[in-house]
C-alpha cells in the first residue's frame, strides 16, 4: 500500500473511532455522515490534493454528483482532512459540471 493511501485509511479509521458527523451538514440536507461522505469522495483524492492536482476522474465526478451540494458543503465545512486543500473541493462540482451553488465557509 502507498503511504498516502495508508495515510488516508488511517484518517478514515480516526474518523470512525470517534464517530464523527457534521450535525450542520445533515441540518441542510445531507443524510450522510462525514465519514460516508469523505469514503463515497475517495476517488476525488488526486483533484484536491496540494501541489499535484489532476483534474477529476469520471468516478470522482459521478460521487460528487450523487453527494450533492448539502454533503460536498458538509465536508468542506466538516474537520481538516489531511493532504486535501478545501479550496480545491470547492472547485469540484464546477470542474465537475454539477449545477451547486457554492457552499459559505464556516456555515
Given at each position: ?73 458538509a465536508l468542506v465545512n466538516g474537520p481538516p482532512v489531511t493532504g486535501v486543500d478545501r479550496n ?20
Amino acid at each position: 500500500m502507498k503511504v498516502g493511501a495508508r495515510k488516508l485509511v488511517a484518517c478514515l479509521m480516526l474518523m470512525v473511532a470517534m464517530g464523527s458527523t457534521v450535525e450542520h451538514g445533515m441540518a441542510q440536507g445531507c443524510g450522510s455522515t462525514f465519514f460516508s461522505t469523505l469514503v463515497q469522495l475517495v476517488p476525488c483524492r488526486p483533484s484536491v490534493t496540494p501541489f499535484s492536482p489532476i483534474p477529476p476522474s469520471e468516478a470522482c465526478c459521478n460521487s460528487v454528483k450523487m453527494l450533492g451540494q448539502p454533503c460536498l458543503c458538509a465536508l468542506v465545512n466538516g474537520p481538516p482532512v489531511t493532504g486535501v486543500d478545501r479550496n480545491m473541493d470547492m472547485q469540484l462540482p464546477a470542474k465537475c459540471a454539477a449545477d451547486f451553488e457554492q457552499c459559505d465557509l464556516g456555515a
